[in-house]
């Protein structure tokens, strides 16, 4: 008999996977942050930096305040454990690893390297990128762009170097060897990463039947979709790698009420090795890449949380704000809150917040020492509530904050 899970168990045991419930170390040192993203498997990374870079944010919410150089070092340090690649969108991840995306690096190329391609119409731009980087790498793509080369694009406007070094990038040919002012620095694979694990070959069903595994154990609990979206997978690999998993016992078949899809109960699986607390305590800003959150579907059916960032959404347009924060409380996404980090006044400002339909009574007194915490590990002074902030929970907040409720602590 397949056994049953609560919703709420469902949520305490994909909590407890991602590293929350725990007590937060009284320092956060490398040995935690490389134990978070050991935990994690990946660090999403985003250039926004409104508020804060999407990177640091995971950590802040597990481990509480820590020295954001000392992640610096393990991701932006050539000669760190970690490096860049796609294993979900863009995300430091470590070097190790690299042989798990061979399979991904191989369809890249097909994709965009192939007959006809930009690619291969640009063969001499490639091979001088190939004799630059072999002489002079670790290189931004600034330090070698040429003057023969011009702009395009309406976005961040893409020179054929800046192109070119990409797409070596997404084949495996390229690796990044940190990042100077957050721009990459690429460098030749075999320049970057260690010979053991350029060496190291892995089968493409070892490889992705390895990567459910890891995200079965980063989430705890989920769906194939669930399992599948952390590395990216698709196609009949996944239910494939999925059973094989379960007919080790490694996947543990589950149904979760109201996990349903076209009125239909959705196959689950537990991974063997989850924990099952009684219980989360915790308080946290999630980043809006933080994984907890960023499968929009499993946010939905597991927090009841409808969640889309506004970035690309015109100002008019926006209804919770530009870079909305979840706000978790317990097992229970309760709010969210847009922030901004005004650093040359010295202040963290909300931009809107709102709570969530049920939304504990307590939701506000959480808050305002997070906020507090969140300002003093940003090197911020104090927490304002703009002029004209939205949301049922900014005049509230402002109150709280006029009457310095939660202050130091």
Known sequence: MVEQVSPALARRIALAAQGFGRPRPAVVGTRQLNGLI??????????????????????????????????DRLTFDGRGPHTEY?????????????????????????????????????????????????????????????????????????????????????????????????????????DV????????????????????????VAYGIGTARDFADYYRIKGPRVSVALQELEDTGELIPVTVPGWESAGRPVKAWLHRDARKPRSIEAAALLSPFDPVVWFRDRALRMFGFHYRIEIYTPAPQRVYGYYSLPILLDDALVGRIDLKSDRQAGVLRVQSAWTEPGAPAATLDRLVPLLHETAAWQGLERVE?????????????????????????
């Open 38 to 71: 050991d935990r994690l498997g990946l660090l999403q990374i985003d250039s926004v930096n409104v508020f804060e870079r999407s990177h640091y944010l995971p950590a802040f919410a597990r481990l509480g305040s820590y020295d954001r150089t000392l992640l």
């Open 86 to 190: 796609w294993p979900h969108e863009a995300a430091f991840m470590r070097k190790e690893d690299w042989p798990l995306f061979a399979w991904r690096m191989r369809a890249y190329r097909e994709r965009y390297g192939g007959p006809g391609s930009w690619f291969e119409v640009n063969d001499s731009t490639v091979e001088w990128l190939r004799s630059e980087l072999a002489t002079r790498g670790p290189l931004v793509a600034g330090e070698i762009e040429h003057d023969a080369n011009h702009r395009t694009g309406p976005w961040w406007g893409w020179s054929e170097v800046k192109r070119a070094l990409e797409r070596m990038f997404l084949f495996g040919e390229v690796a990044i060897a940190g990042r100077t002012r957050f721009q990459r620095r690429y460098a030749l694979a075999e």
């Open 193 to 216: 990463l260690p010979a053991s694990v350029l060496s190291r070959t892995v089968d493409d069903a070892d490889a992705i039947r390895e990567l459910l595994r890891r995200a079965a």
């Open 385 to 409: 509530v703009a002029d004209g902030a939205r949301g049922d929970l900014a005049p509230l907040l402002a109150d709280a904050l006029r009457a310095g409720v939660g202050f130091g602590a």
